[in-house]
């Protein structure tokens, strides 16, 4: 019952950059597909971008494909998305989350979560 935890967050201006980062832990960080979506004021939850265990296979939203990269490196439990050329509709809280399986992921029906992360993007 290992939850991820967001970090890396914060206030950028227009055409900045922020990484996040997720980490979970335990020993069996390898085995989970890791996602991150993201969720604005009075919107629905949005999926942003997955990754399968071994980093092979990523899946992106149309709106960020080319401005985010998600990656993973397992030897420190760490799941990373690169965020470049943010822009004010970027504002929200990013969410972690890991399953077993990438469809999972990717629908938002991931069964363990964190707490979120906030990304402003803002003049």
């Known amino acids: 019952q290992a939850h991820p935890e967001e970090s890396g967050g914060g206030l950028v201006q227009p055409g900045e950059s922020l990484r996040l980062s997720c980490t979970v832990s335990?020993?069996?960080?390898?085995?989970?597909?890791m996602g991150w979506f993201r969720q604005a004021p009075g919107k629905e939850r949005e999926f942003v971008a997955a990754?399968?265990?071994?980093?092979?296979?990523?899946s992106y939203e149309d709106s960020v494909k080319g401005r985010f990269t998600i990656s993973r490196d397992n030897a420190k439990n760490t799941m990373y998305l690169q965020m470049n050329s943010l822009k004010p509709e970027d504002t929200a809280v990013y969410y972690c989350?890991?399953?077993?399986?990438?469809?999972?992921?990717?629908?938002?029906?991931?069964?363990?979560w964190g707490q979120g992360t906030q990304v402003t993007v803002s003049s």
């Open positions: 990754i399968s265990q071994s980093g092979g296979r990523t």
């Open positions: 989350s890991r399953d077993g399986s990438f469809e999972a992921v990717v629908a938002g029906t991931a069964y363990y």
């Open positions: 335990g020993r069996l960080f390898g085995s989970y597909v």
